[in-house]
Nanobody, 125 residues
Framework: QVQLVESGGGVVQAGDSLRLSCAAS?????????MGWFRRSPGKERDFVAG????????KLADPVQGRFTISRDNAKNTVYLEMNSLKPDDTAIYYC?????????????????WGQGTQVTVSS
């Protein structure tokens, strides 16, 4: 069993920054899991935002967040981060952390095995 707990969401203005954290725990969690961030805006599907493999040497960012978001992880703390800069109203969504057994970054939510409850990010104009 794996537990993922997101934190760091909030209400900010356009142009501001936020850092989301996802703490992983549980007897089944492995540092070798690929970690991802997804988001769901009202009325939309859950979209891939960013992903990182176990050693951090491969990351992937969705086109809408390229150049503004950064994903990183600290395996000693079993925590993955999403640094979000130059936030836009379109970034408003619930952000979910996910963990997957495949050792590559998948952009499909179906490839991830464990999910957190999500944290709300609201960006006002």
């Amino acid at each position: 069993q794996v537990q993922l707990v997101e934190s760091g969401g909030g209400v900010v203005q356009a142009g501001d920054s936020l850092r989301l954290s996802c703490a992983a725990s549980g007897p089944s969690f492995s540092r070798y899991y690929t970690m991802g961030w997804f988001r769901r805006s009202p009325g939309k599907e859950r979209d891939f935002v960013a992903g990182i493999i176990w050693n951090g040497l491969s990351t992937k960012l969705a086109d809408p967040v390229q150049g503004r978001f950064t994903i990183s992880r600290d395996n000693a703390k079993n925590t993955v981060y999403l640094e979000m800069n130059s936030l836009k109203p379109d970034d408003t969504a619930i952000y979910y952390c996910a963990a997957g057994r495949r050792m590559i970054v998948d952009t499909s939510a179906q490839e991830y095995d464990y999910w957190g409850q999500g944290t709300q990010v609201t960006v006002s104009s």
